[in-house]
């Protein structure tokens, strides 16, 4: 596909992220641009496409545009834009009482998208992008990788739909309205895989980590996961059981960040011990 040329003249930063940058349409206040970092061409086009499928699916979530490329280069993707939008993080950061409102209105959204089932065919298995992500990793051995290949393999398979970065942050709300937003790894498969990221990311993370990507204390990104848990799972299921289940889980992102940083990191591999044994 032809991005389409576009000028950055138009439009004005917004924010940040982890891939790219988010800038305002200056002349049509409608449109948003998703805009990635220099040399990320063929992942803003994967997102668009998965972002399409998964808006024509229903699921809430601001409206795909096109394919574009900016004067320097960038490729990016145009959505449009909801006004006055706030993720959860920034939510709960700016207004900790509200933490224990917050996480259950998260927890209810995460469980309709976990209910969604998912034409297969036009989606890839979570469990695909898990093995291709191990064969790719070089900081664990041939043996741990089998170890963990087996404990991926023997997770119930399910058809539903899975965000593939199920942050706190990538849920966002206006009035009565939410959306989930960055479905570029979006897939389906067991909604574990989904639940891990959450709890990577309120628990696992380090304080700088959180504090920066969160704008929140560690300990109000912990106490958000208190509150979803028993909401996602069940009042009658004791934390450290719903904590059990879903470490391995949280820390198989390991993989991930690990291939981002391109260094190993020992204080995320804690809920692998046990498999690795």
Known sequence: MTPTKISLKDFVLSGGGFNGDS????????????????GKIQQP????????????MGIPTPEPGGYVETE???????FRRIPGKVSYSRATGDHPENVRRYAAEFARMCLQLHAIHV??????????RYYRLLAESSFFSKTEKDKIARFIADT???????????????????????YFIDLGDFC?????????????????????????TFHMPKQLAVRFWE?????????????????????PYA???????????????PGLRVGLEPILK
């Open 251 to 265: 820390s198989l992102k390991t993989l991930i960040v690990e291939r981002d940083s391109r260094c190993p990191m």
């Open 23 to 38: 800038y305002d349409c200056v002349s049509d206040p409608s449109l948003m641009l998703k805009l990635y970092f220099p």
């Open 188 to 212: 389906f498969g067991n909604h574990l895989f989904d639940v891990g990221m959450v709890y990577l990311s309120c628990c696992l993370s380090d304080e700088s980590f959180i504090r920066e």
């Open 72 to 78: 320097d280069g960038r490729y990016g993707i145009l």
């Open 119 to 128: 034409d297969t065919t036009q989606f890839e298995n979570v469990k695909d």
């Open 227 to 247: 509150h979803f848990a028993p909401v996602y799972f069940g009042e009658g299921i004791p934390l450290k059981e719903i904590e059990q289940l879903i470490l």
């Open 45 to 56: 086009l994967d997102e668009m496409l998965t972002a399409r499928k998964v808006f024509d």
């Open 156 to 178: 119930p398979d399910e058809d539903t739909a899975v965000h593939g970065d199920l942050q706190y942050s990538n849920a966002v709300f206006v009035g009565d309205k939410r």
